[in-house]
């Protein structure tokens, strides 16, 4: 089933891909050179035509194919592994909501199905939990989940650099500053009915990218490097302030310190009706131009060619990545690793294809945040941990795990 | 017969900060042309592409392409008529040979539109001719450097340009892929009418091929003309600081250049 070996090396590749493609038909010969690929003669001719049709047909099942054949099949999957985590999250916590119950109770509140004031055979009490405090905070965690990985693979594919993630630009810090701005001084929590806190750490994670940018900026343009370099150094110098800010105030730390490790604690629907407009919007933006982020990662000058202008894209790429980024950070405070992880993950089983990619990040960010959360509310019940040390603790190690199977190809 | 365009460059001059890469430099390729540019390393030939794709912006002078200049003409609007293989693309994520080449699509694709039956086949034609067809579901970070070089040019011939740039296409191929590529591009200039510019370092390869040679150095042009008035003793002694001997090809008497040793710039003789 494999192709002729050339050595060690050269048959355990092979084998790795053979056991990929439907009826070993490994047309590779060999990896390593242009040497061994001289000769086109009558055999290899019908490979190429063979190679052409499949790449053709549907672009999956070629021979030598590495990448999973089921890459663009996940995205249905993904959707309902997400519907089944929010399902399943809404029963757990103090009090045990079976799983029929929490489809009959959901099911009655869709506008087409509600009996009225047909009896239902499920204590009230049960209905009020999940509707009024489960099921804002399942939204909340699943829309700042898929806004923290859409944003990281954006940022991500945007510098071309894997290490790149929504904190690493220093939007975070950002956004932490505000609110720990707010919190010190003591700002009323709510003007308007709307939140004060998130609205001042949205003005600053704003604020803070326009910083990051200019001084990254160089003669009109935007170098990458320049770019990390100067979210981090910001970053850095916010995370001081921040710091200071907190030793001085003393009484308030504890809170402060929940909502900069990240917690979606006590939140309900005017947290995801203030989050809503800003993560709809900058998702919908982030998916619509997947394809101009496949040729970003090219880089600038590749790009350019291929018809796309780098500023003026990153211009407003940046600027959507750090709305949604922000809109996440200013209700759910500093979760970390889930920029990071999500879309590292997501590009490890599915490949780079941002058309694919930005999709199955906000589904499984979705997923990973809402089960995060509810490990964060039950694990030490009554009491909650900090979401955003659940996911460092579930998201460094699987990370790790990662990066050493993949660390053989060198490719990302 | 696909409409033929030309790309004229009228007396650019070029800077990267206070320092000038190329400075009264004009050159013209029409459709059915292929035009080749040689000069030493940092003699302005990379910049020179740059400016004739609207990717940097001549400081004085003007690129056009069929009299419109490409600087007033939106990257998007250059890149369905002049395409370029870069001399070094590099990504750090695994996209397929195919994902690449259909890249090359962009600029004909709608804002919401997917790729459609033509863009597959235009892609899967360039492959085929670029031999690389079956490398379609490699990852390109698994390919040799040669390898990648040919995507790039699938990529660049699946955006079915009237324009081709390209920059030192031939540097990590072998001889046989070498006369693989140019015969492609000289077949492509003669039965498609694509004008051609190629960055060459190797003088033989640009004799061979070229309608026209250019050469630079340090940034000015320093010769231009025929393979046969181009590629002489004395212009290689002066562009290069080489000597070397000159005499027809065996075959088709093009003029082909043998190094002699010894530089003469540091008087070894």
Known sequence: ?412 | MVKRMRLDVFSIRCMYGIITALDGVSLSVAGGELVGVLGPNGSGKTTLLRAMAGALRPTAGRVTLDGQDVRKMGARAVARRVAVVPQNGYTPFSFSVRDIVLMGRWPHLGRFAGETQRDIEAAVRAMEATQVARLAMRPITELSYGERQRVMVARALAQEPRILLLDEPTSHLDPRHQVEIMDLVLGLSRQEGLGVVAVLHDVNLAAQYCDRIVMLRDGHLAASGTPGEVITAQVIEEVYGVRSCVGPHPVNGRPQAVLVPGLTLTGVR
């Open chain 1, 1 to 412: 089933m494999t192709a002729p070996m050339k050595g060690d090396n050269q048959a355990h590749r092979d084998e790795d891909c053979s056991g990929k493609v439907p009826g070993g038909a490994v047309v590779r010969q060999g990896g390593d050179g242009d040497g061994k690929r001289r000769t086109m003669g009558p055999a290899s001719a019908g490979q190429v035509r063979g190679a052409a049709r499949a790449a053709r047909v549907s672009g999956v099942r070629a021979p030598g194919g590495v990448r999973p054949v089921w890459h663009a099949a996940h995205l249905p999957l993904l959707a309902l592994a997400v519907v089944l985590v929010m399902a399943v999250a809404a029963g757990i916590g103090s009090v045990h909501i079976p799983p029929a119950e929490v489809a009959g109770i959901l099911l009655r509140r869709l506008p087409f199905v509600s009996r009225g004031a047909e009896p239902t055979w499920w204590p009230a009490s049960h209905e009020v939990i999940l509707l009024q405090v489960r099921l804002p905070r399942i939204l909340l965690s699943a829309m700042v989940g898929a806004s923290l990985s859409v944003a990281g693979a954006a940022l991500q594919g945007l510098l071309r650099n894997p290490l790149a993630d929504p904190y690493v630009a220093g939007v975070s810090a950002g956004a932490g500053l505000g609110a720990t701005i707010a919190m010190v001084a003591g700002v009323p929590l709510s003007v308007l009915g709307v939140g004060s806190v998130p609205i001042l750490a949205f003005i600053t994670a704003v604020a803070t990218m326009v910083v990051v940018y200019s001084i990254a900026r160089v003669s009109g343009r935007l170098p990458t490097d320049t770019f990390l370099l100067a979210g981090v150094v910001v970053g850095s110098f916010l995370w001081a302030v921040i710091s200071f800010l907190l030793v001085v105030s003393g009484d308030t730390l504890r809170e402060a310190m929940m909502w900069l490790m990240g917690s979606l604690s006590g939140k309900g629907y005017a947290h995801v009706k203030m989050a809503f407009p800003y993560t709809a919007a900058g998702i919908a933006a982030l998916v619509v131009l997947a394809r101009d982020f496949n040729l970003i990662s090219l880089g600038d000058e590749e790009a350019r060619y291929l018809g796309l202008d780098p500023e003026e894209f990153k211009r407003v790429a940046i600027l959507a990545a750090s709305l949604v980024t922000a809109a996440a950070v200013s209700v759910g405070g500093i979760i970390g690793f889930v920029g990071l992880v999500v879309p590292h993950t997501m590009r490890l089983i599915l490949g780079p294809d941002h058309k694919v990619l930005m999709p199955a990040c906000v589904f499984a960010g979705a997923g990973f945040l809402v089960a995060a959360d509810t490990l964060a509310r039950v694990v030490v019940a009554p009491g909650e941990i900090p979401v955003g040390v659940i996911t460092a603790l579930a998201g460094g190690p699987f990370f790790l795990y990662l990066l050493r199977r993949r660390k053989t190809s060198g490719a990302l």
